[in-house]
């Protein structure tokens, strides 16, 4: 068997086009050996792509100007908490295009288009995407308003707890944007979730299960909780649990796996909890098995009873 001509070595870190492949002088036969890859269509690559980022790369040898990769890719690209069931490498791709642009149709793309004054893309790695705020509401009408909401906090949060997430800037959204948003965008689909996602945002969120956390209390009946509230010691000590009833001395946190994990983290989550509780506050410390089913029933019954018994001691210390 015959040992393929190598290629040049401008090709070989990347996918690239066939286009580009013949203007370096390689041969039709050479890209139709079989050590080349073909994920897209006029695309060729040295090996299979094995994660988003390969994907993106190699259809990015055929996105031209006004075309982008976006929806749910989009997100995944910019590191925004995607949820895991929409993580799958097999899927289309996305690929939003302004309206003077030529759609691309091929096989493992799925292409929409929008206003030539609405495409707004960037280049990221080599890799046209789509803004964040367009990859936001592009992915909207795949999502359930829950999912959406926990992007949307994401992108209006100042905090950097959110691992992997490319922005420049943070925030990347203020609330006084989401108005101009829906205006903008209300033609596309899955306009109507993201509508729903935007009364339900909030600035200041930690971590995506932070907005989990506080939509599912909501849904159960709670009265919704400030994000990060100060609660203040009586030697002026401050902490801000994830979620909290001030005026009723009751607060809850979001434990991850990496409280448990880091001896320093679990330490200072029992200080903070023996703190507020020597103050006279509740701390419902959970984790996500406490918010499903019978266990989320459960721990709503027992937040409202703190609020309940924390609302009648503010009472009784305001009397004369």
């Known amino acids: 068997m ?6 040049p070595t401008s090709l070989l870190n990347t996918g690239f086009s066939v286009a580009e492949a013949r203007a370096l002088g ?39 100007p006004g075309k982008a990769i ?20 097999g899927s ?21 288009s929008i206003r030539d004054e609405l495409f707004r893309a960037v280049s990221v790695r080599g890799v046209p995407i789509v803004q964040p705020t367009l990859a936001l ?16 906090d994401s992108l209006l949060a100042s905090a950097s707890n959110y691992p992997g997430l490319l922005l420049r800037a943070r925030p990347h959204l203020r ?28 600035a200041s969120v ?38 909290g009833y001030p005026w009723a001395r009751t607060y809850v946190d979001y434990e991850g796996g990496h409280h448990a994990r880091d001896p320093e983290v679990f330490a200072n989550d029992l200080r903070r909890e023996r703190a507020i509780r020597d103050a006279g506050g509740q701390l419902f410390r959970i984790t996500g098995s406490d918010l499903r089913g019978e266990r989320l029933r459960a ?14 001691q503010s009472t009784d210390s305001d009397r004369p």
Not at 2 to 7: A, E, M, W
Not at 77 to 86: A, D, S
Not at 178 to 193: C, I, K, P, S
Request: zero cysteines; proline letters at 8%; aromatic letters at 6%.
């Open 137 to 152: 509401v592009t992915s909207a009408v795949h999502l359930d308003v829950e999912e959406v909401t926990v992007m949307l």
């Open 26 to 64: 390689v041969t039709p036969a050479r890209l139709r050996s079989g050590d080349l890859f073909t994920p897209f269509y006029g695309v060729r690559t040295v090996r299979p792509p094995s994660s988003i980022w390969e994907r993106a790369s190699a259809l990015a040898k055929r996105l031209g």
């Open 299 to 312: 721990l709503v019954q027992s937040i409202r009873r703190a609020i309940a018994s924390g609302q009648s």
């Open 206 to 243: 930690e971590s995506p299960m932070e907005t989990v956390t506080r939509l599912r209390l909501v849904d159960a009946g709670l009265p919704e909780p400030e994000v990060q509230p100060w609660f203040v010691l009586p030697n002026g000590e401050e902490f801000r649990p994830d979620l």
């Open 175 to 202: 609330p006084d944007d989401l108005g101009w948003m829906l205006e903008d965008f209300h033609g596309l689909a899955g306009a109507r979730t993201l509508r729903k996602a935007v009364l339900r945002a909030r």
């Open 92 to 112: 289309d791709l996305e690929v939003l295009t302004s309206r003077s642009a030529t759609r691309v149709r091929t096989k493992g793309v799925h292409s929409r």
């Open 2 to 7: 015959r040992t393929p001509q190598p290629l």
């Open 70 to 89: 976006a929806g749910i890719a989009a997100a995944q690209l910019w590191g925004m908490p995607v949820p895991r069931r929409m993580q799958h490498l």
